[in-house]
Nanobody
């Protein structure tokens, strides 16, 4: 099964920047789209950004123009560059991926969720 380890979070002032990283490991035959998600206290997990295996990207309206998603296919790693951070960006950030664990296994929309990385935007 695929697992994800997120890193790079922290405390930052409004207007600041952070770069998150997420590495996938475990049983991986192929990874297709990779995405970043976030969950703020008392709210449901939401999709922040997604990148296809070919590099096409899409963003939630709330982060478009401020966040940039990228990936390194050779390392099974996805990144999220976050600029112009706002207090409402405060959340635990997770990554996940549409993938196939084995050549003959099913294509799965998600793997196991990691611990996430906390991002706090506050003065």
């Amino acid at each position: 099964q695929v697992q994800f380890v997120e890193s790079g979070g922290g405390l930052v002032q409004p207007g600041g920047s952070l770069r998150l990283s997420c590495a996938a490991s475990g049983s991986i035959f192929s990874i297709y789209a990779m995405g970043w998600y976030r969950q703020a206290p008392g709210k449901q997990r939401e999709l922040v950004a997604v990148i296809s295996i070919g590099g096409s990207t899409n963003y939630a309206d709330s982060v478009r123009g401020r966040f940039t998603i990228s990936r390194d296919n050779a390392k099974n790693t996805v990144y999220l560059q976050m600029n112009s951070l706002k207090p409402e960006d405060t959340a635990v950030y997770y990554c996940n991926a549409d993938h196939r664990a084995t050549m003959t296994g099913p294509r799965l929309q998600f793997g196991s969720w990691g611990q996430g990385t906390q991002v706090t935007v506050s003065s």
